[in-house]
C-alpha cells in the first residue's frame, strides 16, 4: 500500500513529527478535514510547536498501522485487516461489510483508509454474539 510505505520511510535525518500536509496526504483528506480532524483526534499525539501544529511520527504510524501505541494503551481503532484476521475472513469481505451500518462507528479517510472505532464495534459484538 502506497500510504503505509509512505509513513514507514525514514529519511536519512529521521523526524519525530510529521505536517499536517503529509498526514493530511496519507489520509487522502483536504487540509480543511485534516485540521478538524486533529482538533478532535486523542488516537495519536498532537501539538503545537512554535505556532505549527504537528503530529508525533511514533503515536501516528501505530494508529495508522492499528498497533498499539508506544505508550501501552490499547488503540481506539480496528483496521480492515485486523477485523479480517481475528474472524477469518477475506480483507475484501470485510471492507464491503464496513460498507453497510451495522451498529458500530467507522471512520473513513479519503477513498482507502477506513478504521472502526473499537469501544462501538466491542459493544456491537458482544451483543450479536
Do not use: H
Not at 32 to 39: E, G, H, P, V
Not at 42 to 56: C, E, S
Not at 81 to 88: G, K, P, T, V
Amino acid at each position: 500500500m502506497k500510504n503505509q510505505e509512505q509513513i514507514n520511510q525514514q529519511p536519512s535525518s529521521y523526524r519525530q513529527t510529521l505536517e499536517v500536509s503529509e498526514v493530511s496526504a496519507i489520509l487522502q483528506v483536504g487540509l480543511t478535514t485534516m485540521y478538524a480532524i486533529l482538533k478532535s483526534t486523542k488516537d495519536y499525539k498532537v501539538f503545537t510547536l512554535w505556532g505549527r501544529k504537528r503530529i508525533d511520527r511514533q503515536s501516528f504510524v501505530a494508529w495508522f498501522n492499528g498497533c498499539e501505541t508506544s505508550d501501552d494503551k490499547p488503540l481506539q481503532t480496528y483496521t480492515a485487516e485486523q477485523l479480517a484476521e481475528r474472524f477469518s475472513f477475506n480483507v475484501r469481505t470485510v471492507y464491503n461489510k464496513l460498507q453497510t451500518d451495522e451498529g458500530y462507528r467507522v471512520l473513513r479517510f479519503g477513498k482507502n483508509i477506513v478504521r472502526v472505532n473499537k469501544a462501538s464495534f466491542d459493544y456491537w459484538f458482544d451483543n450479536v454474539a
